[in-house]
């Protein structure tokens, strides 16, 4: 699949809780987390998701920091501008401070967290597209929005597209699936899928231990698998061997008729 005309990866890499957690940076670990992050990129996966907020920036600079010796053609990095923060010269400040964190060229993609109930879409989009013309963002998008909002974004902006919207979807949580996905697939709008492993519930799913034991696999790289159909799932882990099985849901597909049987669940 392609993401802001780049080649990305079936699934990618989410990082919330490395380098800490709600605008608060843990250093403790900070060498295992580059290596960790290294070592997914090596595995083949890369797409990486990050946010302003994720350890209060601490995780975009661990994400640059890991990848910094890589060709930055050769991945991609989505970063989220926190909703207290999408005031129109909020969002420059927010955006520069992010791309000096990662210490990248641009910003692949830059998507607004969550909607405001205060300041009005248009102004954010404005910011956002003028970061686009400055070369500070390649591509833009939302997050957590749902069709009224999408289509209000998709309205507001004058000079570009919105790129992706991510949300959360998992095989135990497919309602997006009912007019969400339609509609953002009608209007070319790519899906990331946050949380595809449901928090950790897919693994006990029966259908999907059924699956995963036709192809001699994981009830994860199904459930992992189903949700890459329509979205770039980016899960997360904590250590190689975890990985490691995600990673192997590079080597293969679903069939139709496991995806059907699935999806009609």
């Known amino acids: 699949m392609n993401l802001c005309d780049k080649k990305v990866s079936k699934i990618g890499f989410g990082t919330w809780k490395i380098g800490g957690g709600y605008w608060s940076a843990d250093r403790t670990r900070d060498p295992q987390w580059i290596e ?18 994720y350890g209060g920036g601490h995780t975009e600079e661990l994400v640059g920091q890991a990848l910094r010796n890589y060709d930055q053609e050769d991945f991609t ?7 207290n923060h999408l005031s129109h010269d909020d969002v420059i400040k927010s955006a520069k401070a992010s791309l000096r964190r990662l210490g990248l060229k641009s910003i692949d993609v830059y998507l607004i967290h969550w909607p405001s109930p205060s300041v009005p879409l248009r102004e954010t989009i404005r910011a956002m597209e003028k970061l686009v ?9 939302v997050s957590n929005f749902d069709v009224a909002l999408v289509q209000e974004a998709m309205e507001v902006t004058a000079k570009y597209q919105i790129e992706a919207n991510e949300i959360e979807y998992s095989y135990i949580h497919r309602d997006p699936e009912n007019q969400l996905i339609p509609f953002l697939e009608k209007n070319n709008i790519k ?5 595809p492993l449901g928090r950790g ?5 029966p259908k999907l231990e059924e699956v995963a034991k036709r192809y001699g696999v994981t009830p994860i ?3 992992l698998n189903y949700v890459a159909r329509r979205a770039i799932p980016i899960p997360k882990a904590s250590t190689k061997a975890h990985v490691d099985e995600l ?3 590079l080597e293969w597909d679903l069939r139709e008729e496991d995806y059907l049987y699935l999806s009609r669940s």
């Open 36 to 53: 960790l992050i290294r070592y997914v990129y090596e595995k083949g996966i890369n797409l990486f998701d990050t946010a302003e907020m």
């Open 77 to 83: 990095i989505v970063t989220k501008v926190w909703n």
């Open 133 to 141: 013309d400055e070369g500070v963002v390649r591509c833009i998008g």
């Open 191 to 195: 899906v990331i899928a946050y949380s």
């Open 201 to 205: 519930e897919i693994s006990r799913e």
């Open 221 to 223: 790289q199904v459930g």
């Open 247 to 249: 990673a192997k849901v």
